[in-house]
């Protein structure tokens, strides 16, 4: 059996298998990504849609993705893509570089599904970007095994990190583990990359404690910016109504509490307004230089 470091579940595969995450496998010996650079998923998006606020606001990001994902969520928003996509369409790192250049498009996201566990592609793309000048962001559950984060560090320049629940949420619902996704973040935050949390809250499942423990925790590790996004019916999981507005405001105030500067409601119908922690100015995040207008206060991000 060889081992595999791409996640922290660090499956041991067996000649002619699958790891857990389907995407890696050993054949004559060898571990490889059978769908190495067949692509299920690209398309230019918003760079608010990964989400990111606080970095390039404004500006377009070319987004790709291969099939796969090491969790097994059972209210997967992109499950077409992350377990059950069969159309998948062959592109070199070397295209998609021509492509953002071409286009004039500053970055390149990893996203849809899961990034970890088709990372050797991305750092094919990943490294061309950088020497490019292009920007690269990871869209990630965040599950990185030790190696990979070593790894992927020094080439991802902004990060959306998926912080789904506390521990127990994560066991039952998830089949994983919050410890690896909590200590990548705050490696992150150390390595200074920027970094904006996700976390989507299903009604009747996530309870105000438990927003306010992962509150807790993101302020005390330093992230800055945190995405509470409302939960939509999909996949094994539609007998549950989609969160409420309501409940979504709750929650909201609750996570405030926390300390986190920055904290912005998802998939809801009201604006996201960037406000400063310190004197309450309103910030206009596509013309801002990084500070408050009003007190000078630096403003978390890349603008």
């Not at 127990?168 to 200590?183: D, G, Q, R, T, W």
Request: aromatic residues 12%; glycine residues 6%.
């Amino acid at each position: 059996m060889i081992s595999c470091d791409f996640c922290f579940r660090k499956c041991r595969i067996e000649e002619g298998r699958y790891g857990l995450c389907e995407s890696r496998c050993v054949r004559n010996g060898h571990l490889i990504s059978p769908f190495y650079s067949q692509l299920c998923a690209i398309a230019v998006d918003p760079v608010e849609k990964k989400p990111l606020y606080h970095f390039m606001p404004g500006t377009k990001t070319l987004s790709i993705a291969e099939e796969g994902c090491n969790f097994f969520c059972s209210f997967c928003q992109n499950y077409e893509i992350a377990r059950y996509h069969k159309k998948r369409e062959e592109v070199s790192p070397s295209s998609l570089i021509e492509y953002a250049l071409k286009n004039g498009i500053p970055s390149i996201s990893y996203t849809y599904s899961e990034p970890l566990v088709w990372q050797d592609y991305m750092l094919s793309v990943a490294r061309k970007a950088r020497k490019a000048g292009i920007l690269n962001i990871m869209v990630t559950n965040g599950s990185f095994s030790e190696n990979a984060l070593e790894r992927i560090l020094p080439f991802i320049d902004a990060y959306n990190i998926d912080l789904k629940g506390d521990e127990e949420f994560y066991n039952e619902i998830v089949k994983a583990s919050s410890a690896p996704v909590k200590s990548a973040i705050e490696e992150i935050v150390r390595y200074n990359s920027h970094l904006e949390v996700t976390t989507m809250v299903i009604e009747g499942i996530h309870t105000k404690d438990m927003i306010r423990e992962l509150g807790v925790f993101l302020y005390n590790a330093g992230v800055k910016v945190w995405h509470l996004s409302r939960f939509f019916p999909h996949y094994l999981m539609t007998d549950r109504k989609e969160t409420s507005e309501e409940y979504l405001e709750e929650v909201y105030q609750t996570a405030r509490e926390s300390g986190v500067p920055f904290i912005y409601k998802g998939n809801t119908r009201y604006p996201n307004k960037t406000v400063c922690p310190i004197c309450g100015e309103m910030i206009e995040r596509i013309r801002s230089k990084g500070i408050c207008n009003r007190c000078e206060t630096p403003i978390y991000g890349k603008f």
